[in-house]
Nanobody, 119 residues
């Protein structure tokens, strides 16, 4: 079982910045594939950014150039640095871990953190 705890959400004005954190349990964090997703009211959850165990990152087109995902394996934490925030970035942001065990690959989710961008 992997537990994920997000933090760092809040209310910010358009054009502002936020850094989200996701702390993971478990001793194998460096091997986890990590991702940030978001879900706005009335919309489907969408991928914002993901980072592999090797540190390769990919981003949704809607956030490219404004968002950076990073990981600190010593702290078992993945970050999402967001800047130039827009009202359309308002959503619940959730962290996901994909973990490989001998029995297969499993996904774990955090509880989410609210990000609200005011215009």
């Amino acid at each position: 079982q992997v537990r994920l705890v997000e933090s760092g959400g809040g209310l910010v004005q358009a054009g502002g910045s936020l850094r989200l954190s996701c702390a993971a349990s478990g001793s194998g964090f460096s091997s986890y594939e990590m991702g940030w997703y978001r879900q706005a009211p009335g919309k489907q959850r969408e991928l914002v950014a993901a980072i592999t165990s090797g540190g390769t990152a990919n981003y949704a087109d809607s956030v490219k150039g404004r968002v950076t995902i990073s990981r600190d394996n010593a702290q078992n934490t993945v970050y999402l640095q967001m800047s130039s925030l827009r009202p359309e970035d308002t959503a619940v942001y959730s962290c996901k871990a994909v973990v490989s065990f001998r029995s297969g690959r499993y996904s774990y989710w955090g509880q989410g953190t609210q990000v609200t961008v005011s215009s």
